[in-house]
């Protein structure tokens, strides 16, 4: 069975960059596609992202375009992401999560079926 | 970008009722890629439906999703206690989007 560790909380200041990992097990890290998802303090879900591995083909959120970075460490089993010029309103707990993809086109993803216990970024001058 | 509004934004019922929550996208949603998660607080979401009415794995018969187009929902047939949460809907593809959310609480 697949599981997903996250890194630990972070705080960090007004306009510095954060770096979250996302380390798998059990699974089959290189052919999975991992996404990484955010949620404000009482807001819903927000995709930013997402990579397969074995490809090392990413897909970003237009939202986001520009300020995020998805990387993967085959040898580790695990993603990174890495979110740059930080606000106040990117205080929030960003998720990684697992999902199959279309074989036709490595951008379409699948539902997200594994996830990450989460992890807290606070964003404070 | 797909929009998904989520309708009620809370739904109050009581232990042993039916609940409905709506899932309308903004455009049609293609092959119906379209999920459903419970997320409890303080923890991630979980994957219920996926494909609009296939339950994911480990996931109660009381759970069914339906729908397509742009017309989604998921039923619980009969709730228990520890259904009364959050829902999200979610398309998915190249450019997932999430609906705000519907909660359910107890009556």
């Known amino acids: 069975q697949v599981q997903l560790v996250q890194s630990g909380a972070e705080v960090k200041k007004p306009g510095s960059s954060v770096k979250v990992s996302c380390k798998a097990s059990?699974?089959?890290?290189?052919?999975?596609?991992i996404s990484w998802v955010r949620q404000a303090p009482g807001q819903g879900l927000e995709w930013m992202g997402g990579i397969i591995p074995m490809f090392g083909t990413t897909n970003y959120a237009q939202n986001f375009q520009g300020r995020v970075t998805i990387i993967a460490d085959e040898s580790t089993s695990t993603a990174y992401m890495e979110l740059s010029s930080l606000r106040s309103e990117d205080t929030a707990v960003y998720y990684c999560?697992?999902?199959?993809?279309?074989?036709?086109?490595?951008?379409?993803?699948?539902?997200?079926?594994?996830w990450g216990q989460g992890t807290t970024v606070t964003v404070s001058s | 970008e797909i929009v998904l509004t989520q309708s009620p934004g809370t739904l109050s019922l009581s232990p042993g009722e039916r609940a409905t929550l709506s899932c309308r996208a903004s455009?049609?949603?293609?092959?119906?890629?379209l999920a459903w998660y419970q997320q409890k607080p303080g923890q991630a979401p979980r994957l219920l439906i996926y494909g609009a009415s296939s339950r994911a794995t480990g996931i109660p018969d009381r759970f069914s999703g339906s729908g397509s187009g742009t017309d989604f929902s998921l039923t619980i047939s009969r709730l228990e206690p520890e259904d009364f949460e959050v829902y999200y809907c979610?398309?998915?593809?190249?450019?997932?989007?999430f609906g705000q959310g519907t909660k359910v609480e107890i009556k």
């Open positions: 455009q049609s949603i293609s092959s119906s890629y």
């Open positions: 999560a697992r999902s199959e993809w279309n074989i036709d086109d490595y951008t379409d993803y699948y539902s997200m079926d594994v």
């Open positions: 059990g699974g089959t890290f290189s052919s999975d596609a």
């Open positions: 979610q398309q998915y593809g190249s450019s997932p989007t």
